[in-house]
């Protein structure tokens, strides 16, 4: 294993792109192009800016990137990172996101072998994201549906009080949303694959389905040719009819001022209510509170037909 993952302090550099939560590693091209591809951008000026920014790293390497170089740190000190590192064993080096909302605890990173993805490692102190994660991308065993592709799990366990899971890596390279999909048929799939995985709980309602939880357009993205890679299934879960319709719907149109227009979410105020209550939940202090502000006021709109 090369010394510089089982030691402290490793270099990064932290671009001055969006929330500033991501470590781009200052080692080699190969490795910061990585690391600059996990920026999820929507808006067309920001995925421009991205490309540009790759371009820049693949002819003059690390050294043109925007932003202070930082000492990583690895949580929990270096010895419980070293036992980590041993145990998962396939990496040596890293492109680091950390999560950017107060409330959402944990890490992810790509990990990177000769600047070379090699899995996508998410960090956890508590097992119940990613159980519901393993749980959901179990229902696409070759990695494929109908419409979209998903990671596959390569590895999970416990070690050294954290929880973790290994899952595929996308493409080093930037990734952009999905323009004019229609949803219907993506989610019947989705949603009858799920029902078979899911677990329903005590006292669902009958007519409560399974839901991906956070389908947005920064979590259904183009990587290159192919089918669009649908990432992030943490919280799936089972919820009113529509759920994941109506809150890709919302969430467009408080990104890009307008939804998509491809999918119809009239009578599904139900629907718009439970995500009403859940981003009531959600911290004040997060970075993103404005953007819950004005997604709140869209999903009342929604529940009012």
Not at 143 to 154: E, I, K, S, W, Y
Not at 225 to 237: N, T, V
Request: hydrophobic letters at 40%; glycine letters at 10%.
């Amino acid at each position: 294993m090369n010394e510089q993952m089982t030691t402290s302090g490793h270099e990064f550099v932290r671009p001055r792109m969006g929330t500033g939560n991501v470590l781009v590693p200052a080692g080699s091209r190969r490795g910061a192009r990585a690391g600059v591809s996990l920026f999820t951008r929507s808006k067309l000026p920001a995925l421009a800016a991205q490309w540009a920014l790759y371009g820049a790293v693949a002819v003059a390497g690390p050294r043109v990137l925007p932003g202070p170089r930082v000492r990583w740190e690895p949580p929990g000190g270096p010895e419980r990172w070293r036992t980590l590192v041993d145990r998962i064993g396939t990496f040596d080096g890293l492109a680091l996101y950390e999560r950017p909302q107060a409330s959402r605890t944990g890490l992810a990173a790509v990990l990177l072998r000769d600047g070379r993805p090699t899995g996508f490692l998410k960090l956890r102190d508590d097992p119940g994201e990613l159980d519901r994660e393993e749980r959901a991308l179990s229902a696409f065993p070759e990695g494929r549906a109908d419409g979209f592709r998903v990671p596959r799990v390569l590895d999970r366990d416990e070690t050294a009080g954290w929880h973790w899971m290994v899952i595929e890596a996308m493409p080093p390279r930037p990734a952009r949303p999905v323009r004019g999909i229609a949803l219907a048929p993506l989610l019947a799939d989705l949603q009858r694959r799920l029902a078979a995985v899911l677990p329903r709980p005590s006292g669902t309602p009958d007519h409560w389905a399974p839901m991906h939880g956070d389908l947005t357009a920064w979590n259904l993205r183009h990587c290159g040719r192919g089918l669009p890679w649908l990432i992030d299934w943490e919280d799936a879960a089972w919820a009113p009819p529509g759920a994941d319709l109506v809150y890709y719907e919302a969430t467009h149109a408080t990104v890009f001022g307008k939804p998509s227009g491809r999918d119809d979410v009239s009578g599904c105020a139900e629907a718009a209510e439970f995500w009403l209550k859940r981003v009531a939940q959600r911290s004040a202090g997060d970075h993103d509170a404005a953007f819950n502000t004005r997604l709140s006021e869209i999903l009342r709109g929604i529940g009012r037909g």
